[in-house]
């Protein structure tokens, strides 16, 4: 029979597989036992609403056995099963999981250290083994099928025979290399043992295993017993979902090793918080805040929700119902036996329990965010740093609904602190005199540090709190007040110093003033005398209402609006640049101008706005030398 080859993608994760010199060459069997219990859970689910499965949830089990002679190690469940097209679309390819795309787009080198941080699923038992069987006969058809493969020189798929609906993965193990039971080890019942009490405990099924046990022969004298062997089932797991124990039970190794494994996720989890309720809803929840932030998270291709159980059945794997939308990075479990179990996406929308536990687990995150905050701040700035931006769009949605309960959370670069503070810090110490929340927005620290508009404020000793992200300017916006304080722009509108000096303008001043607005024309709303200004000449403002940073936001995301904040140039009239201005105006007119376009240009490039003519700028500034 002709030979089918695998995918491209899959060879190459194959070969990887054969050849591996990964030295926890183990997992292999929690990555098939895994596969085992995931098409358990799928018949198990059907088997709630259709009679004809004909199977309780007492009767589902994986098993194991061993044939030393044969060598081969056997992984077998009730499951679902597999059609002869699933053989070829879930064993043929690789799965076209998130996981893999990043592992491919690793070096070579970081292979090993992917087999064993991801797991690769069922190409990993070629770790161990040199010839592959899956026998599998799919819930639903008659015809059985078989899929056999030594390896990445093809598979071929061939008719079978199976009684009943599941599947056989038959390991062919290895021979030993130079090292002394290199995989025979994988042939021991004691091996199996443990490894099964180590990575799959909590397998939500039995793994069974057939065992010696030595008994004494029934009709053997009490005083010189004999013993024969007998071989009975033992059942390998204890079952007992992670989530179902206490968290003072579980080991921080038993947490990470549960995380990686099932969300796919390189690095062990930032913070667990594990949740058991009961009164209007029972349930029982497992939550993961990521120390990393997903590798597909950005990207469409990212499938936010927990999992979802009823009574230990798994009804559903992404429900998105159960977290806000800012808190979709959350990995997690949910567990409840109040739910109905044939609930389908639509309904679940509606669900009254899912929206008391989804508001709960809202809560829950937000606190354990706030203990993060005040017990571990750096572990929270490292959490702030990966998943700030979320909490932020959660503050900014729903016409900030939820700004009350997120914004302690926040996190802005103070000005005078050099490092990062709360709303509240910066509430705590401002001067009772002081009546706003200063902020100032643009690209980075430093371009913000050297913005004129925030001299006189830190001439004054006055925090401002800078943003670096888009999406701090709009916060400051929908926030509107904390602590009864207003958030001012340090930047864009009217400090509202009272206690400072209004810029004192001569008649002549004004008449400059004028001189430079008429000769910018509509290119700017007004001209004005400003009272941030020290040293430097000039600055743009927007004044209230839309800033240069939201014009920039709307710029990028849609041009059509054409969102234009104000621009209103504030000029410092003790400034040599002006006063020089002043005096060639009405000797040299035309010089005047040209100062007046330095100017206005000059305060654009401030403003990182662009110039509409850069060329014709330059030209204008080197025609000044001359
Ligand atoms: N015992 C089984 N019964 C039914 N289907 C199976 C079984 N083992 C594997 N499969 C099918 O083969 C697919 C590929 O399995 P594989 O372990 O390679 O990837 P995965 O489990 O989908 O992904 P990952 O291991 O990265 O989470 C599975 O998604 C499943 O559809």
Redesign the pocket.
Known sequence: MRKKQFKAESKRLLDLMVNSIYTHKEIFLR??I???S??IDKLCYLSLTDDKVGLNRGDFAITISVDKDARTLT?S?N????SAD?LEN??GV??S?G??KFRREQSEDADTDIIGQ??????SAFMVADHIT?V?KKYGETQAWKWESSGAEGYTVTEAERDAV??D?IMHIKEDGEEAGEFSRYLEDWTIKSLVKKYSDYIRFPIKMLLPHSVKKPDSPDDKPEYETVYEWETLNSMVPLWQRKKSEVTKEEYDEFYQQRF?EMAPPQSVISVSAEGAVTYKALLFLPSKVPNLYYTQDFKPGLQLYSAGVMIMDHCQELLPEYFSFVRGVVDSPDLSLNISRELLQHDRQLKIISSNLEKKIISELKKMLSDDRAGYEKFYENFGRALKVGVLNQFGEKRESLQELLLFYSSTEKKLVTLREYADRMPESQKYIYYAAGDTLEAIDSLPQTELLKERGTEILYCTDRADEFLADSLRTYDGKEFRSAVDGDLGLEDEPKPQESESDKECLAFIKETLGDRVDEVKASQKLKSHPVCMTSGDGLTFEMEKYFQAVQPELSMKAKRILEVNVAHPAFLKLESVRATDPELAKKYAEVLYNQALLIAGLPLADPSGYTDLVCSLWS
């Open positions: 990555e098939i895994s596969n085992a995931d098409a992984v469940d499951g679902i099963g597999m699933e879930n064993l690789i799965a999981s996981s893999y991801f797991g690769v699923g069922f190409y899956v599998t599941g599947t993965i796919g």
